[in-house]
């Protein structure tokens, strides 16, 4: 089943069992919680057996992606296609943030608060990511690795799993504190103010987050080794894929999704700012053809593209695969490419998709 189909019969699921999960919402007591949690997990099951999710009150539903990063990239079109009859629930992709609000945490044995755990920022422009330092007394005396679990944990509970991901690039812990650190409850407006400050975005989706990126080109028996340059919202796909690497194209294959890009020979005519501007062309006459990003109405997106010194690339993460072929043809028809697709792999041959009148 491909992701879209797993998704539709999830909210079939629920709509169709919205009675029995408002009562679990709204009266938690009246039901065996191991006996509630079996329930619930039918349906998510529809999704993947391994999904993380919590279940509760004011008929919320927030999953988690666990610090996998593919879902970050598929749990927010579930959630788009959450359907219309369900609008007195709320569903978030991932774990919500606390809003800046104060609360205590007790793990392994150690009871924190997040006003007690003191940080020190410090924001790399060039990559609009954040280093931490902290420091807290208790988590001091744990071993390094749930040292580490703990203040992530606490952090993704502050801060939310969105903006952990997209903007966290390390954290370390200290043996004392230092001056000018603050309370871990403030981070995120503390990270809000210096993205405003640098006029930068602040976007809440993964790939509405796209970085550039170069290469040396060389010569190679395999794919995309002439590129150049380019742009991803998707770098854990990309280094991947250069690694030799399949574990996030098989992370997203298992939940019906399929990673894939576009190529078409690089028109001789062109400079590298013409080519680079018909690339961006293509990609939103593609983006255009599978659907408004976001809307949940979409089969696809477009994760970025690169230029090669011979060929052109456009990087896809497909929902839902059947009728892309006849989507494409009929978007691209127009121009004189001959286009071929592969999965986002090393060792992945090119297909033919369609051919154009001139170039091969």
Known sequence: MTLLEKTDAFWK??????????????????????????????GVRLLSPDLRYTF?????????AGGQEPLFYLL?????????????????????????????????????STDQISLALRFDPDSASFQLEFYHPALCELDPPRQMSAFYAMMDLTIGESLSWLFIDGAQPLESPTDNMFPLSQLEARMREALQ??????????????VRYGFRPRKSIFPRFDVFEGTTCYTGLLNDYYGGKTEQFDALQA????????????????????????????ENVLQQALGPKGSGLETGVVLGGALGRERC????????????????????????????????????????????????
């Open 13 to 42: 699921w629920f709509v169709e069992n919205r009675p029995a999960l408002e009562r679990l919402a709204d009266c938690p007591g009246e039901r065996d919680p191991q006996e509630a949690a079996a329930f619930v997990e039918q």
């Open 56 to 64: 509760g009150g004011r008929r919320q539903f927030s999953f988690s």
């Open 76 to 112: 927010p079109y579930v959630v788009s296609r959450k359907p219309g009859s369900l609008s007195d629930w709320r569903f978030h992709p991932f774990v919500s943030g606390s809003g800046g609000a104060s609360f205590d945490f007790l793990i392994y044995n150690t009871r924190c």
């Open 197 to 210: 400050a640098m006029n930068l975005p602040l976007p809440n989706r993964p790939d509405e987050r796209c």
């Open 255 to 282: 939940y019906g999704a399929r990673a894939c890009y576009l190529s078409y020979p690089r028109d001789p005519a062109l400079d590298a700012g013409q080519a680079r501007q018909m690339r961006y062309e293509l």
């Open 313 to 360: 690339y456009i990087d896809l993460l497909l929902y839902h695969e059947p009728g892309f072929a006849s989507l494409t043809q009929d978007a691209l028809a127009g121009y004189p490419y001959f286009f071929s697709l592969a999965d986002f792999c090393l060792l992945s041959p090119p297909a033919p998709l369609l051919s154009g009148p001139r170039f091969n």
